[in-house]
C-alpha cells in the first residue's frame, strides 16, 4: 500500500486538518502511485504562519554564518543522495535521469552559494558629509516568507527560493507544486537533518487553497512565486493590496536565433536540448526557432529528421531521451496547440501526435512537434505551450529576427548563434530578455548568477546569484555621531 505523507509544522509530521489527500502518481506510468499527500486548507498554512513567527525569533538572532553551516550541511547530504535524490525525482516528475541529477546539482550548488554568503550580506560604509560621523547599511532578516513553487524543477526551485531567504534569517512556508510533493519532502528531510531549528522550516503540501491563504495571511510579509503568468497576476493583485514584497518568476516564449554565418551542427544541438529537453517543460525552453532564410530550409530539415528519432520513455531508463508530459491537462493542452497550429495555417513537419507502443502506453507522452512556416504575431508565436512543440519562424535579417524575438509580451531567456562578434553583440544589446545565450541554447543557467525575465515574465526580482539575497533582506542604514555636539545633515558647514 501506498505511504501516507504529512506536512512538516513546528518540528512534526502532521496531517492535514482538512482530512484530505492527493495521489502522487509516475507521469510516465500512470499505475505507479508514489504516495498520498495532503490537501491542504486554510488551518493548515495558519498553523504553519504562526510557528514559522516563533521561528524567526530565535532564527534572525542567529548569526549569519552559522546559519550558513547548517546551509553547507545541506549541500552536503543532497550531494551524498544525490543519485537517490535524481531517482526519485524523475519517478514522480518524468524528465530524464541526467535533467534530475542536474536539478539536484543545482540545489548542492545553490546550498554552498548560501552557505559561503553567510559570511558576506556585504552593507556599505560611506563617509558622512558631517565629522566624527559614521553612515553604513547592514541587511535586515524581514520575517516569514512564504514560498510557492512549479512542478518542472521539483528541488532546484525550492532551493532557489529557501536557502537564500533562510541564510538571510527568515524563517519559511514552502507550499510546492502539487504535481511534485515528494521532491519537496524528501529536501525537508535533509534540511532536519542538517540541523535546521524547529519553527524556522515549515512545509505545507497542498493546491491553489493552500497557496491562496498563503499569500493572503497578514503574517507574511514576504511572498516569492514561481508559476504561471495567470497565477501570478492574481498573487500580484493581492500582494500589491497587501504592502507584500513579492518576487515574481513566470511564462517564457524562449527564442533561438540562428543567423546565416550560424556553425549549424552546433545550433542543431542547441535546438534539440532546448526545445525537447524536460519535454519542453522549462521556463527557458526553446519555443521558437527564428532562422535566417538563407539557412532555413537545410537546417529544418536536420531538425525535423533529428527530432523524430528521439527515444521517449521512463525517464528512468537509460535509452531514453524524453520523457512524459507532466499530467494529462499538459498533454491536452499541447494537443490544442496542435490544432490552433493548423488552424492558423502552419506547416505541421513532424509529431503532433501521441506515440504508441509499449515504452510509452501509460503515461503522458506527446511526441516531439516541429511546425514550420509559423506567422509572427500568430498564437503558435506568441504563446506559451509548455511541451514539446517547436514553432519555425523565416526571416530575412537581423534586425526582422530582433522584432521577432521581442514582440511577446514575455522575456525570459533567448538566443543567438552567429559567427560575427558584432552582430552577438548587437544582441546582447537588442535582444529584450533578462537572458541572452551566444552560441549556446536558451537554457543553460547557473546558480550563482542572477536569474529571472523581464516584462510579464517577472516584476523586476531576481532570483540566484548576489541579488536574491537583496530581495530576502532588508537595507538597514545606520548612523553613529561620536562629534557630542548636535551636528545637521544639509545645514551645518565647516570652515577649510
Ligand atoms: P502554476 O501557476 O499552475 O502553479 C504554480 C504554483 O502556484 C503551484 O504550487 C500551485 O499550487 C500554486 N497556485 C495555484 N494557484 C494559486 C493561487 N491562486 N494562489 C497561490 N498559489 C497558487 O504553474 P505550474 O504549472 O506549476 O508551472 C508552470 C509555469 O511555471 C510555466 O508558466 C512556466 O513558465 C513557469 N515557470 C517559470 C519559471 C521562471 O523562473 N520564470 C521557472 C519555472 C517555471
New binding site residues.
Given amino acids: 500500500m501506498a505511504k501516507t505523507f504529512k506536512n512538516y509544522i513546528a518540528g512534526k509530521w502532521v496531517a492535514p486538518t482538512t482530512g484530505r489527500y492527493l495521489e502522487n502518481r509516475n507521469p510516465a506510468d500512470t499505475t505507479d502511485l508514489i504516495g498520498r499527500f495532503p490537501l491542504s486548507g486554510a488551518a493548515d498554512i495558519d498553523a504553519a504562519v504562526r510557528s514559522a513567527q516563533d521561528g524567526f525569533e530565535r532564527w534572525s538572532r542567529m548569526p549569519a554564518p552559522l546559519r550558513g553551516d547548517i546551509l553547507r550541511n545541506v549541500g552536503d547530504i543532497m550531494s551524498a543522495r544525490k543519485d537517490e535524490l535524481s531517482d526519485a525525482m524523475t519517478r514522480e516528475m518524468g524528465k530524464v535521469l541526467a535533467e534530475t541529477s542536474g536539478d539536484v546539482q543545482e540545489g548542492i550548488d545553490t546550498a554552498y552559494y548560501a552557505a559561503t554568503e553567510g559570511r558576506r550580506l556585504f552593507g556599505h560604509t560611506v563617509p558622512s558629509e558631517l565629522r566624527q560621523k559614521w553612515a553604513m547599511s547592514v541587511r535586515r532578516p524581514i520575517g516569514v516568507c512564504g514560498l ?6 521539483p528541488m532546484a ?1 525550492p532551493t532557489w527560493k529557501m536557502f537564500p531567504a533562510l541564510l538571510c534569517g527568515n524563517s519559511v512556508v514552502l ?5 511534485v510533493p515528494h521532491s519537496s519532502h524528501l529536501l525537508v528531510e535533509i534540511l532536519i537533518e542538517a540541523g535546521i531549528p524547529e519553527g524556522v522550516l515549515q512545509l505545507v503540501h497542498g ?2 487553497e493552500a ?2 491563504r498563503l ?1 493572503e495571511h497578514p503574517g507574511v510579509p514576504v511572498i516569492s512565486f ?4 495567470d ?1 501570478g497576476s ?2 500580484g493583485e493581492v500582494c500589491g493590496r497587501m504592502h507584500k514584497r513579492l518576487s515574481l ?4 516564449k524562449n527564442a533561438q536565433i540562428v543567423m546565416d554565418d550560424a556553425d549549424l551542427d552546433l545550433a542543431l544541438e542547441g535546438v534539440l536540448w532546448g526545445a525537447f529537453g524536460t519535454t519542453g517543460q522549462r ?1 527557458t525552453a526553446t519555443s521558437r526557432l527564428i532562422v535566417h532564410r538563407k539557412v532555413h530550409d537545410k537546417l529544418l530539415a536536420r531538425v525535423e529528421e533529428a527530432a523524430a528519432k528521439l527515444v521517449l520513455g521512463d525517464g528512468r531508463q537509460t535509452k531514453t531521451q524524453v520523457g512524459p508530459l507532466i499530467h494529462e491537462a499538459a498533454r491536452e493542452k499541447v494537443e490544442r496547440y496542435v490544432e490552433i497550429g493548423a488552424e492558423q495555417g502552419a506547416e505541421l513537419v513532424t509529431g503532433g501526435a501521441r506515440p504508441r507502443g509499449s515504452r510509452t502506453s501509460d503515461g503522458y507522452f506527446y511526441k516531439p512537434t516541429i511546425f514550420a512556416g509559423v506567422k509572427p504575431g500568430s498564437r503558435l508565436a506568441v504563446e ?1 505551450i ?1 511541451g514539446p512543440v517547436l514553432s519555425v519562424i523565416k526571416v530575412g535579417s537581423y534586425e526582422q529576427a530582433v522584432k521577432v524575438n521581442n514582440e511577446v509580451k514575455y522575456g ?1 531567456s533567448s538566443s543567438i548563434y552567429t559567427s560575427n562578434v558584432n552582430t552577438a553583440f548587437s544582441a546582447l544589446e537588442d535582444l529584450q530578455n533578462g537572458i541572452t545565450y551566444v552560441n549556446a541554447p536558451t537554457i543553460g543557467a547557473e546558480a550563482h548568477l542572477p ?3 523581464v516584462k510579464q ?1 517577472g516584476n523586476g526580482h531576481r ?1 540566484g546569484g548576489w541579488e536574491v539575497f537583496e530581495f530576502y533582506s532588508e537595507t538597514k542604514v545606520c548612523y553613529v555621531d561620536f562629534s557630542g555636539t548636535l551636528q545637521r545633515a544639509q545645514l551645518d558647514t565647516y570652515d577649510v
Avoid: H, R
Avoid at 148 to 153: D, G
Avoid at 175 to 179: A, H, V, Y
Fill in positions: 510557492i513553487t512549479p512542478f518542472n524543477f526551485i507550499k510546492p507544486s502539487e504535481d493546491g491553489e497557496g491562496k499569500v514561481t508559476g504561471s503568468t497565477t492574481k498573487i518568476e513566470m511564462g517564457g521556463c506559451e509548455f525570459l536569474f529571472g525575465g515574465t532570483e
